[in-house]
C-alpha cells in the first residue's frame, strides 16, 4: 500500500520489464543464429576448403606427372633427377574463419577446423597398411620377384584427412600417379585416374604385320619413410625424383601382360575395380573383349586383376601381341611449414 501523499510510479518496473524482454529477443536472436546460421557458414567453409584440396590434389598430380616425364630416357631435355617440387597446402579453415570482426564476437563465428597430411607405405610384403602391385609377364615372368608369393611391392601414397566439425569427414590421396577421394567407412572414388593406358598398334615383327596392342604402365611411387604432419595453416610439400626413371619393355611382344592390385580393404578394391573397367571402356582398341579380362578373386576380394592377351573367340592366340611400355618413377616427399 503506498504511503498516505504519495502517488504510485510504476516506471522503474517498465524499464527492467523492458530491459528482460530485449534481453530475452538477443539471447533468442543469438541462439537461433549459433543453431542455424553459424553451421551453415562453418560446412561452406569446410566445402570450400575441400574443393580448394581437390584443385590443390590435381595440379599436384600434374606437376608430379611433369618431373618424372621430362626424365625420361628417350627425350631431348635435361632429366630432372634430384630437382625439388614445391607445393604448398593449406590444412583446415583455421585463421581467418575464426576471427572476430566488426560487432560479431568471435563465439559467433564458425570453429576453424585443423588437418594432416601423410605419406605412408608398407614395409613387409605382407603389409595391409597400403595397396600392394603386382606385376606379371607372360605365364612366368614376375616382375618384381621370382616367386609368385611375394611378387608384390606396397603402393606408397600422399593424403590429406580432415577434421571436419560440419561437413563429412573426406580424405585426398595421391596414390600410383592417380588422385582418390576417400569417405572413410563410406567408400573411395577416382578422381584422376593413374597413368595406364592400352591402345591398338600393330605387330610390325609380324609378316604381315598383324593387330596388338600396347599397355602402357607407369608405376609413379612415393617411397618416403611415413610420416605425419598435422595443425592449421601452409604447409609445403617438398618433392624430388630420386632416380632417373626406368624404362623397359618398349619393343619386346609378349603373351601377355598381368597387373594386379591387392588393397588394403574392399573400399579401395572396388576403387581399382572402377579404374580398369574404365580403362577398358575407353581404350581404343577394336574388340576390347578379345584382349582385355577384369577379375576380381572371390576367395579375396580385395585381389582386382588387369589381364592383357589375345583372345580371338575365347581362345588364346599362340603368337606374342601384348607390347609393355614400362616405366618406373620413385618419389622423395617431405614436409615443411611456412613460416
Given at each position: 500500500m503506498?504511503a498516505?501523499?504519495?502517488?504510485?510510479?510504476?516506471?522503474?518496473?517498465?524499464?527492467i520489464v523492458?530491459?528482460?524482454?530485449?534481453?530475452?529477443l538477443?539471447?533468442?536472436a543469438?541462439?537461433?543464429?549459433?543453431m542455424?546460421?553459424?553451421?551453415a557458414e562453418?560446412?561452406?567453409?569446410?566445402?570450400?576448403?575441400?574443393?580448394?584440396?581437390q584443385?590443390?590434389?590435381?595440379?599436384?598430380?600434374?606437376s608430379?606427372?611433369?618431373?618424372?616425364?621430362?626424365?625420361l630416357?628417350?627425350?631431348?631435355?635435361a632429366g630432372?633427377?634430384g630437382?625439388s617440387l614445391s607445393?604448398?597446402?593449406?590444412l583446415?579453415?583455421?585463421?581467418?574463419?575464426?576471427?572476430?570482426?566488426?560487432?560479431?564476437l568471435s563465439?559467433?563465428r564458425?570453429?576453424g577446423?585443423?588437418a594432416?597430411?601423410?605419406?605412408q607405405?608398407?614395409t613387409e610384403?605382407t603389409?595391409?597398411i597400403e595397396?600392394?602391385?603386382?606385376?606379371?609377364l607372360n605365364?612366368?615372368?614376375?616382375?618384381f620377384?621370382?616367386d609368385?608369393?611375394f611378387?608384390?611391392?606396397p603402393?606408397?601414397?600422399?593424403?590429406?584427412h580432415?577434421?571436419?566439425?560440419y561437413?563429412?569427414?573426406?580424405?585426398y590421396?595421391?596414390?600410383l600417379?592417380?588422385?582418390f577421394l576417400?569417405?572413410?567407412?563410406?567408400g573411395?572414388?577416382?578422381?584422376v585416374a593413374?597413368?595406364i593406358?592400352?591402345y591398338?598398334?600393330?605387330?610390325?615383327?609380324n609378316d604381315?604385320?598383324s593387330d596388338?596392342?600396347k599397355v602402357?604402365?607407369s608405376l609413379?611411387?612415393?617411397t618416403?619413410p611415413s610420416?605425419?604432419v598435422?595443425?592449421t595453416?601452409?604447409?609445403?610439400?617438398?618433392?624430388?625424383?630420386r632416380?632417373?626413371?626406368?624404362?623397359?619393355?618398349?619393343?619386346e611382344?609378349l603373351?601377355?601382360v598381368?597387373f594386379?592390385v591387392?588393397?588394403?580393404?574392399e573400399?579401395?578394391?572396388d576403387?581399382?575395380l572402377q579404374?580398369?573397367?574404365?580403362l577398358k571402356?575407353k581404350c581404343p582398341?577394336s574388340n576390347?573383349?578379345e584382349?582385355?579380362?577384369i577379375?576380381?578373386?572371390?576367395?579375396?576380394?580385395?585381389m582386382v586383376?588387369?589381364?592383357?592377351s589375345h583372345?580371338?573367340?575365347?581362345?588364346?592366340s599362340?603368337?606374342s601381341d601384348?607390347f609393355?611400355?614400362?616405366?618406373?618413377?620413385?618419389?622423395?616427399?617431405?614436409?615443411?611449414y611456412d613460416?
Amino acid at each position: 500500500m503506498a504511503a498516505p501523499g504519495r502517488v504510485r510510479s510504476e516506471d522503474a518496473l517498465s524499464e527492467i520489464v523492458g530491459f528482460v524482454l530485449v534481453l530475452a529477443l538477443v539471447v533468442v536472436a543469438s541462439t537461433l543464429y549459433l543453431m542455424y546460421v553459424v553451421p551453415a557458414e562453418g560446412r561452406e567453409d569446410e566445402i570450400t576448403q575441400m574443393n580448394e584440396v581437390q584443385d590443390r590434389f590435381v595440379s599436384y598430380k600434374t606437376s608430379v606427372d611433369g618431373l618424372w616425364m621430362r626424365s625420361l630416357a628417350d627425350l631431348s631435355v635435361a632429366g630432372t633427377r634430384g630437382v625439388s617440387l614445391s607445393t604448398s597446402f593449406d590444412l583446415g579453415t583455421g585463421g581467418g574463419n575464426t576471427q572476430s570482426s566488426g560487432l560479431f564476437l568471435s563465439f559467433m563465428r564458425p570453429i576453424g577446423t585443423a588437418a594432416n597430411m601423410r605419406t605412408q607405405i608398407g614395409t613387409e610384403p605382407t603389409d595391409t597398411i597400403e595397396d600392394r602391385i603386382g606385376l606379371r609377364l607372360n605365364e612366368d615372368e614376375y616382375y618384381f620377384a621370382n616367386d609368385a608369393e611375394f611378387n608384390e611391392v606396397p603402393v606408397g601414397s600422399l593424403s590429406y584427412h580432415t577434421d571436419n566439425y560440419y561437413w563429412i569427414q573426406q580424405n585426398y590421396i595421391y596414390k600410383l600417379g592417380g588422385v582418390f577421394l576417400e569417405q572413410p567407412g563410406e567408400g573411395v572414388s577416382v578422381k584422376v585416374a593413374p597413368p595406364i593406358a592400352i591402345y591398338q598398334v600393330k605387330n610390325a615383327l609380324n609378316d604381315p604385320p598383324s593387330d596388338a596392342v600396347k599397355v602402357s604402365l607407369s608405376l609413379v611411387n612415393i617411397t618416403s619413410p611415413s610420416s605425419t604432419v598435422g595443425g592449421t595453416g601452409p604447409l609445403r610439400v617438398e618433392t624430388r625424383l630420386r632416380e632417373s626413371v626406368v624404362a623397359s619393355y618398349r619393343n619386346e611382344p609378349l603373351k601377355e601382360v598381368v597387373f594386379w592390385v591387392y588393397a588394403k580393404d574392399e573400399f579401395w578394391a572396388d576403387a581399382w575395380l572402377q579404374v580398369f573397367h574404365d580403362l577398358k571402356r575407353k581404350c581404343p582398341v577394336s574388340n576390347p573383349d578379345e584382349w582385355i579380362d577384369i577379375e576380381q578373386d572371390n576367395s579375396d576380394p580385395r585381389m582386382v586383376t588387369l589381364h592383357v592377351s589375345h583372345k580371338p573367340g575365347g581362345v588364346p592366340s599362340p603368337t606374342s601381341d601384348v607390347f609393355l611400355d614400362l616405366s618406373e618413377a620413385t618419389l622423395q616427399v617431405t614436409f615443411e611449414y611456412d613460416e
